[in-house]
């Protein structure tokens, strides 16, 4: 399909040379604004989910799973900050409807390469001032290779809910790196070693800091090596991180299969001439 939101000719080589692509601002500051009080109330109620649920950990990562969700603590011992919440979109209405926006399920339509996509997965990052840790450098897809078998249709877009800049520990990426598809990883340094990209099989000298006014999208392959800073700031960097699939794929971590955007193409269906 195509429409106002479908990608341009521009996007299409980033895509393909660079793995990645930035659409500046292209949510308002109202909708923003409205991003930012949903995501408090998901702090809120993961925060009692935190409480509640079944807490774990692995190389001084803190974890608790409730149900399906499951919430990421900051690093620091005893802290009770949220890092990330994975899938978070159920827990506010809001959120739940975000998956559907065109400006989000359009453009996906095309890097996933099927009219009917769906969610793999969905992360909100709180990245809290002063507290909030760094990401290593890492690829999406060693993370998910065990749990399917389409991992070159799992494009990701990140949704900037703060202005993210290198003082607050904005998104790094490494420019080419999906080129290589899936890369070793950090074996021998800890469980989840393998899951971070050995620095020696990509350059990290093609690393570009994605700074970004909030309501920016950025989407990028899940084979793109990514990763970020501590946030040494006093404002916060939250942001969320969505990757859709073909829509007859059940979710990761959720129950079920969530396709999105199923009113825009009955709505086109529908259009006189077709």
């Avoid at 996509?117 to 760094?134: A, I, Q």
């Avoid at 309501?215 to 084979?223: A, K």
């Avoid at 990514?226 to 700031?233: A, C, I, L, T, Y």
Wanted: aromatic fraction near 8%.
């Amino acid at each position: 399909m195509s429409g106002a939101f479908a990608l341009s000719d521009a996007e299409r080589r980033a895509w393909r040379d660079d793995g990645f692509f930035l659409r500046r601002a292209a949510f308002g500051a109202a909708e923003v604004e409205s991003l930012r009080a949903a995501a408090e109330r998901v702090r809120a109620l993961a925060t009692r989910l935190a409480v509640e649920g079944r807490p774990w950990e692995v190389d001084g990562n803190r974890y608790v799973d409730a149900g399906a969700v499951t919430v990421q603590l900051e690093h620091r011992p005893g802290s009770t900050s949220l890092r990330v919440v994975e899938p978070f979109h159920e827990l506010d209405p809001v959120f739940d409807a975000l998956m559907d926006d065109p400006r989000i399920v359009e453009p996906m339509r095309e890097l996933v390469g099927s009219d009917r996509v769906g969610l793999w997965t969905d992360k909100l990052n709180f990245k809290p001032p002063h507290e909030g840790s760094g990401f290593q450098w890492h690829q999406d897809s060693p993370y998910w290779a065990h749990a399917c078998g389409h991992l070159d249709r799992l494009p990701n877009v990140m949704l900037a809910l703060d202005d993210a800049d290198e003082s607050n520990g904005c998104f790094r990426v490494v420019r080419g790196s999906h080129r290589s598809g899936l890369l070793p990883g950090r074996r021998g340094e800890g469980v989840l070693g393998p899951l971070f990209t050995d620095p020696r099989h990509f350059d990290l000298a093609a690393q570009i800091a994605a700074a970004m006014p909030a309501g920016s999208l950025f989407f990028f392959s899940p084979h793109t090596v990514h990763g970020s800073e501590p946030n040494r700031s006093d404002r916060a960097r939250r942001a969320m991180v969505l990757t859709y699939q073909p829509a007859e794929f059940a979710q990761f971590k959720a129950p079920g299969r969530r396709e999105c955007g199923r009113a825009d193409l009955a709505h086109a269906a529908a259009a006189p001439g077709r």
